[in-house]
Nanobody, 117 residues
């Protein structure tokens, strides 16, 4: 499975940005699809996940600001981010997580999001 993220960039605090993850090699329906992020001083942390059953999960620090969605027709997963804060600055990664316990996820290369005035 190959994952390619896009949509990162520089945005002012309070602004919005939409990240996309294009998958190839398998359908996004076969995986729990997640967005993670890593800052220079933190471990990679879960931001949002959409399961194979289309249940959405969010980290507390993005609830009410980010929306994750899946488009099976285009085989993409999108993360709509609004009311962005400087603390949201990070490299954002897309992950395809097999629903089978113990299987390793597939990762994209990451896209940089910088929130700064």
């Amino acid at each position: 499975v190959r994952l390619v993220e896009s949509g990162g960039g520089l945005v002012q605090p309070g602004g919005s940005l939409t990240l996309s993850c294009a998958a190839s090699g398998s359908s996004v329906r076969n995986f729990h699809m997640g967005w993670y992020r890593r800052t220079p001083w933190n471990e990679r942390e879960l931001v949002a996940r959409i399961t194979t059953a289309l249940r959405s999960e969010y980290a507390n620090f993005v609830k009410g600001r980010f929306i994750i969605s899946r488009n099976s027709a285009t085989n993409t997963v999108t993360l709509e981010m609004s009311n962005l804060k400087p603390d949201d600055t990070a490299v954002y990664y897309c992950a395809a997580e097999p629903p089978v316990s113990g299987s390793s996820p597939y990762w994209g290369q990451g896209t940089q999001v910088t929130v700064s005035s």
